[in-house]
Structure formats: C-alpha cells, structure tokens
C-alpha cells in the first residue's frame, strides 16, 4: 500500500463513492434527492481532505482500493476544517440535516471513548477488485500500520453483510446503536 496524496483524490472519491453508494449511514446522513450520487462523491471527497489533514489516505498497490484513516484526537479546527464543513452542510447534508448530523457525531464520540485510536472512516474496492483479495490486503496493511503507532483500530459499519469479514481480522462488536438502521461498533485491540 502507498500513501495517497492530493493528486489522488479523483481516484479515492470514484472508488469510495461506487462502494458506498447504497450505503444506509451514509445515506442517512445526506440529501435524498436527484443529486444523491454527487452528494455521496461530494462527502467522499470531504471524508478525503479531512483525513489528509487529521489522518491517513491509503491506496492500494494495484490502485483499486483505497482506505480512509483519521485520528480523533489530532483533530482540530482549523480554517480549512472549517471551510471543508460549510462546504459538506451546504453542499451534501442541508440545513435540515445538520442536527442529525451533529447527534451522530456525537454519538459516535460518546461510544468511541477517549482512548487513542486508529478510525477506519472507510474502506472501499473497485469492482474490477472486488473478491480477489484487494480489500483484506489493504485491511491488513492498514492494521499493521496502527500497531506500528500502537494505536487499536476502530470502525463503525451499517453493512451486516461486512461482520464476518470485519471479525475474520480480528475486530470484535462493542457496541450497536439504532439510528434507523443498524449502527455496529467494532474495535480491533493492538496484539501484544
């Protein structure tokens, strides 16, 4: 895997943008309308520049999947973080969903804790890669990654179908939240 840089964007978007786009939280959150699709492309390219700033972008060696790490506890206001976050309200989520926004962030916060953490905001595969290995290796450059900061990864997924694949690395449910849908928190330990 390689680090992405702001000359990957394009890529990062279009492949998070296919994986995610019947995605419940992730449409939970924005405006349903004729616009969906560059709304879900609007919120991938956000998920993209906060995580250059607060985290990690990943891609993998063959360029057909990507992953987005933050860390919670670098984040920060910044005049950029803030720009990006009017540019996500007006553009993606709305007015009216700013409140709903705001109580799953906080929520998120809430059962997440204090401690140090890797967040996998998201991972996604190209279909051209899907099922050939391209996602679990990706996860697992991820993982060694966050052990080399001793830093246990953290992941919260809406899609029941990805449990097994998620525990198959070793991350366990802590918690589940009804927002709607399905909410499972997953926690993956440091391994000693």
């Given at each position: ?49 906060v995580c250059l700033l ?96 001793g830093r246990p990864v953290?992941?919260?997924t809406s899609n029941e ?32």
């Amino acid at each position: 895997m390689r680090r992405a840089t702001k000359s990957d964007r394009q890529l990062v978007v279009k492949i998070l943008s296919q994986s995610f786009d019947k995605n419940p939280s992730v449409n939970h959150v924005i405006i349903q309308d004729h616009l969906r699709r560059k709304r879900i492309q609007l919120l991938m390219e956000y998920s993209f520049y906060v995580c250059l700033l607060f985290g990690e972008v990943f891609i993998s060696d063959d360029s057909l999947a990507c992953a987005l790490v933050i860390y919670p506890d670098k984040k920060r206001p910044t005049l950029r973080s803030v720009l990006l976050n009017a540019n996500l309200i007006f553009k993606c989520i709305g007015i009216r969903n700013i409140k709903k926004t705001l109580d799953r962030e906080a929520l998120l916060k809430k059962v997440r804790g204090k401690e140090k953490m890797s967040c996998l905001w998201f991972i996604g595969v190209a279909a051209e890669g899907q099922h050939k290995g391209t996602g679990s290796n990706l996860l697992q450059s991820v993982i060694a990654n966050s052990t080399d900061k001793g830093r246990p990864v953290y992941l919260e997924t809406s899609n029941e179908q990805n449990l097994p694949w998620y525990k198959k690395f070793g991350f366990n449910i802590y918690a589940e939240k009804d927002l709607g849908h399905t909410l499972y928190f997953l926690k993956r330990n440091i391994e000693k």
